[in-house]
DNA sequence: GCCTCGTTCC
């Protein structure tokens, strides 16, 4: 082997360029990669993506030799493994042991990890049946590796018996990994004696103890010890940012962020994703045109962004352009499932269509949460027949896939489905929230069942959900599409928040419904009041003048209307003229 | 071995 093929081969970092390296191997007459070779491509290939599997197994099925086909399925598995692609991971090391090839400890390694982070308990005791069977249970790293998976399901007694048998190879991995067990079955105090028992603490056991204080929130002793820590790594500094995020202390993130020396893309993906949840869609999009180096994670990230925060239209002019930048970016399930998010948001159902097929294309693996978010979609453009399978495919339902079939349902006004999905989850103790009753709510409004709408209301209690101000929204909907207008109105006066301008609005729709000047007064003012483009408010009210033949009114009201109009364009313009 | 991304509602 020459090389300069070699040289190409270490720096194959896309599908694209291993096959042009492995046609030159074919003309130079190696029917297949050197294992070792495959070790390395892998090794500097920087994207998963199915298509370097599937070729990879192809290649792997010309192996004849049984310590070849262990050390390169191994490679295979770990390389999934190390790309988060845990399920596939699984996925391939099953695929091994049914071919009949044995496991190496590198498959084994990653097997166990990816069982961990899936928390498979039943995968994870075959792999270390297997284990025991192979022979390989003298291995450190093996024997680390059921440390960890114990310690990740939060069986801390397995894992310490795991522990205690590594004997004297334990590294501080192994520490390390106890330490994770201790940590995660939140006892505290015994985690804190393996921290000081470990002879060579290194950055993880450090980041690990962080770790723990920031998911629980407890900033002053995780910013106490980041500080005593006498290396930090990019993951220390990620921790402490990620932390002030799940606060919603987005100040003191962005401080800290701000103030780490090497930023990685993790650090970016965390700020990003926490303006996202506080709804600051300016700040996460100057940092991410900011970045210099955007990888497939941060796209998703900003698409992610747009959807949850109202702005369909971004996501998915943002999502068209991560195809066309040729990029090498592949969209895959997450990046999808804002995607399908955004367009349901428009309504478009069509492009569920175009999605569907875009999987089938690509072979991308619909998991449950993209299945949710079409069920979602096609529960609001009516195709029940594509949701009701989807739904029934479900490995998993759960609060939010059921929630997403009664807020279809709602939508729709098919109330006694809506009923029955959620008698349904009751049974399976699946625990409701606030999206399921507003979905139910809003199926009893939409069908004009008061009386149920009323019984539903009051049961929020018993299934420990606190009535939001939306709810109330869909209840004064409801009782204002009934007529009973007055009812709503004494409702929101008894409201224990303020009513926001969905409340309102419902009122003055109902009123608008039954020309009732009265209310529609009473709710305009509010609107008006609480936000900040009046001109539809205002139409309402000026209809519901002209309904009842109080022309002079409604006159009054679009000349209000106009003067805004032309005060604002006015506005503007001057803003404008004054920056040239 | 530690850190990042996705689904239901407005």
Redo the contacts with the bound molecule.
Sequence with gaps: MDSRLRFLLHKSLALQQTKQVHAQLLINRHNHLEPILLHQTLHFTKDFSRDVVSYIKRILKGFQSSKVSTFSWGCLVRFS??H?KFKEALGLYIEMNNSGVPPSSHAV??A??AC??VESLIDGNSVHAQVVKSGLCGCVYVQ??LV?LYS?LGYIQMAKKAFDEIGEKK???S???LL?GYLESGELEEARRVFDKIPEK????W??II?SYA?RGDMSNARALFLAMPLK????W??LI?GYVNCDEMELARTYFDAMPQK????W??M??GY??SGDVVSAEELFRQMSKKD???Y??M???Y????KPEDALKLFSQMLESNSGVQP???????V???S??LGDTSFGTWVESYITQHGIQI???????L??LYM?GGEFDKAFKLFNDLHKK???????MI??CG?NGLATEANRFFQEMIEKKILP????F??LL?AYSHSGHVQDGYKCFDSMKVHNVEPSA?HY??MVDMLGRAGRLEEAYELIKSMPMQP?A?VWGALLLASGLHNNVEFGEIACRHCVELESDHSGYLSHLANIYTSVGRWDDARSVRAKMEEKRLRKTLGCSWVEGSNH
């Design positions: 493994s190390q988060r390694t990653s166990l990890r961990g982070k680390t590796g960890g990740r590294n501080t991995v520490w390390n990994s994770h290194d950055v993880v056991s980041n690990l770790s998911k790594s990019s993951a220390s990620n921790i990620g990685n893309s993790v650090s993906i965390t990003i994703s996202t949840k497939k994670l941060v998703d990230a698409v992610a962004c959807a949850q925060n109202g895959d399930e997450i990046t999808l499932s804002s399908v998010s955004a349901s948001q998991d449950d949460l993209l299945s949710t978010s069920i979602d609001k759960d609060t939010v896939s059921y929630s997403a807020m279809g939508i929230n606030q999206v399921t507003t979905g809003s939306d929204g869909v926001n969905g």
